[in-house]
């Protein structure tokens, strides 16, 4: 299923309070308010919304509105928000993920007539809509109860609501599981428990209705990819539990966990970020992520992670950096790229995966090129691109481009060095996944 490697706040530029935020590892989810919309990549289920199925590389604008305030792309369909609060998506829709009937839109569609939707994530063929009066509302696939409302023998294509609590704050969509938390800090999850992800103490059985993780009331934020889970309470501790086999939930061992374990004694952890086969924190004190050092466990195979000196997977957090001048970081399987407080960009790992040339490992992080203007950063889904906008606004991508999804004119293989993206200079945002790609320019 997808993977998210990016931080969260790279899509902002900004100081984000985790309180106001629902998101997820699940998909790649990009903020922002009053934005026209682009699009790019393969296209065979109609997910870059221009009405078509036709594959485009080179970004081409959904429809003529400015008003686009979330998008939230998955590999082969796409949810979006608009400021005035409606919830439209396109794309594949087989199972019913699109709230919408059950065929595929080539078109964003409108899902119903209400005005209160702020935000959603999804798992695999299914879909989850939060709204600004605390309900939580599904569609899509339910085989294994990941709908949530106490079944798990038929599909829903249109959104039905979870219980009747108006107490859901955010969510995040595993595979075929979700975790959330209340505004009163429960923490819940449902679906199947493969690995122990549902973290209520079973291994493998499916929950067709929300259950309540333990009977804390001090839970603030959690993660979920695939079967591991992660969760930080409102003291600052990290938490995590499901499936360890790269040693992913950082407590020092591979052994899968079916009830959450503590991670260290720190008590500084701001957010968390989970994939299939690694995980990614950092404090709290600098959410922004300037002169902050990061910190990874899981899987690390070739040196891809971090930049520490050793070919083997890590079992506890380390220190992925010894010095605090990142702004930001961001972690695939295959490398990881960063910008310094300085504007440079540099990477680790394979170097025609972060933007250096030709096919060779680095184990230590290397400037990528001369340029100071470096502003933000985005990891695609599953680490095969990265993205980056500069200080000029200027939008620039590299790695994987078999279907034409960076958007730079050209089909196949890959792009082994940053690239320019158009000539447009007012860029504010970008994801892509295995296929597709998402930008965003300012108004």
Same mark, same amino acid.
């Given at each position: 299923m997808a993977n998210n490697y990016t931080t969260k706040d790279a899509t902002l530029?900004?100081?984000?309070?985790?309180?106001?935020?629902?998101?997820?590892?699940a998909w790649l989810v990009d903020q922002f308010v009053g934005g026209t919309l682009f699009t790019s990549g393969r296209n065979a289920y109609g997910q870059l919304g221009n009405g078509t199925t036709t594959s485009y590389s080179s970004p081409i604008q959904i429809g003529s509105l400015n008003?686009?305030?979330?998008?939230?792309?998955?590999?082969?369909?796409?949810?979006?928000?608009?400021?005035?609060?409606?919830l439209w998506t396109w794309g594949r829709n087989d199972a019913g993920q699109l709230g919408d009937s059950g065929v595929n839109r080539s078109s964003p569609v409108q899902i119903g007539t209400d005005t209160n939707?702020?935000?959603? +994530?999804?798992?695999?063929?299914?879909?989850?809509?939060?709204?600004?009066?605390?309900?939580?509302?599904?569609?899509?696939?339910?085989?294994?109860?990941?709908?949530?409302?106490?079944?798990?023998?038929?599909?829903?294509?249109?959104?039905?609501? @979870? %219980?009747?609590?108006?107490?859901?704050?955010?969510?995040?969509?595993?595979?075929?599981?979700?975790?959330?938390?209340? +505004?009163?800090? !429960?923490?819940? !999850?449902?679906?199947?428990?493969s690995n122990g992800a549902l973290g209520n103490g079973t291994n %493998?059985?499916?929950?067709?209705?929300?259950?309540?993780?333990?009977?804390?009331?001090?839970?603030?934020?959690?993660?979920?990819?695939?079967?591991?889970?992660? &969760?930080?309470?409102?003291?600052? !501790?990290?938490? +995590?539990?499901?499936?360890?086999?790269?040693?992913?939930?950082?407590?020092?061992?591979?052994?899968?966990?079916?009830?959450?374990?503590?991670? %260290?004694?720190?008590?500084?952890?701001?957010?968390?970020?989970?994939?299939? #086969?690694?995980?990614?924190?950092?404090?709290?004190? +600098?959410?922004?992520? @300037?002169?902050?050092?990061?910190?990874?466990?899981?899987?690390?195979g070739n040196y891809y992670?971090?930049?520490?000196?050793?070919?083997?997977?890590?079992? &506890?957090d380390i220190t992925a950096s010894q010095d605090n001048n990142w702004t930001y970081w961001a972690s695939s399987s295959s490398h990881s790229n960063g910008i310094r407080t300085d504007g440079t960009l540099w990477g680790v790992g394979l170097a025609n995966r972060f933007g250096n040339g030709p096919v060779i490992t680095y184990s230590s992080p290397v400037q990528v090129g001369t340029d100071t203007k470096w502003s933000k950063l985005f990891m695609c889904k599953d680490g095969v691109a990265t993205g980056a906008i500069k200080t000029d606004g200027t939008l620039w991508a590299w790695?994987? #481009?078999?279907?034409?999804?960076?958007?730079?004119? #050209?089909?196949?293989?890959?792009?082994?060095?940053? !690239?320019?993206? %158009?000539?447009?200079?007012?860029?504010?945002s970008f994801s892509c996944g295995n296929q597709t790609s998402l930008m965003l320019k300012n108004n």
């Open positions: 530029g900004t100081i984000v309070d985790l309180d106001d935020k629902f998101i997820t590892d008003n686009w305030k979330k998008v939230i792309s998955g590999g082969s369909n796409t949810i979006g928000i608009k400021t005035d609060g409606t939707w702020i935000d959603a +994530t999804g798992g695999h063929k299914f879909s989850v809509f939060l709204k600004n009066n605390g309900t939580l509302w599904t569609c899509g696939y339910n085989f294994f109860g990941a709908l949530g409302n106490g079944t798990n023998s038929n599909n829903y294509s249109s959104p039905i609501q @979870i %219980g009747a609590s108006t107490l859901w704050k955010q969510a995040s969509a595993g595979f075929n599981y979700v975790a959330a938390v209340k +505004t009163d800090g !429960t923490l819940w !999850t449902w679906g199947w428990g %493998g059985d499916n929950y067709s209705s929300p259950i309540q993780v333990g009977a804390l009331t001090n839970w603030k934020y959690v993660s979920g990819s695939h079967y591991t889970t992660a &969760a930080i309470k409102t003291d600052g !501790t990290l938490w +995590t539990w499901g499936y360890n086999g790269y040693g992913q939930l950082g407590n020092g061992n591979t052994t899968n966990y079916s009830s959450p374990i503590q991670v %260290g004694i720190s008590n500084g952890w701001g957010y968390i970020n989970v994939n299939r #086969n690694s995980a990614g924190a950092i404090p709290s004190q +600098t959410y922004s992520v @300037i002169g902050n050092k990061y910190y990874f466990a899981g899987q690390n992670m971090g930049g520490f000196n050793s070919i083997q997977d890590v079992y &506890a790695g994987y #481009n078999g279907d034409g999804q960076l958007g730079n004119s #050209n089909v196949g293989g890959s792009i082994t060095v940053p !690239t320019q993206i %158009g000539a447009n200079t007012n860029w504010s």
